[in-house]
């Protein structure tokens, strides 16, 4: 199983080839929605020989119909746990 988040931003556009700044980027996002990107695996299974698939899997994408904002998540904000280092 996976989950797909996807993220609705907003704002003024960057200068066209600039990137935004991480420390800046959660300014620019308004809110979350779920994405589910639907595979036609009939297709799928007939593309894999012998290149992979192409068009089965950009079949379609759907969102929520519901955007939430980042505003109402905020109560359940919780820091990163602690990484522990390569090789422990």
Request: hydrophobic share 40%.
């Amino acid at each position: 199983y996976e989950l797909e988040l996807g993220f609705i931003i907003g704002g003024r556009e960057n200068p066209l080839g600039s990137a935004e700044p991480v420390a800046t980027a959660e300014r620019r996002v308004f809110g979350c929605v779920l994405v589910n990107d639907w595979s036609a695996r009939d297709i799928q299974r007939w593309e894999y020989v012998p290149l992979g698939p192409f068009g089965s899997k950009n079949f379609c994408t759907t969102i929520s119909p519901w955007v939430v904002p980042l505003a109402a998540l905020e109560d359940a904000r919780r820091a990163l746990p602690r990484r522990l280092p390569a090789g422990s």
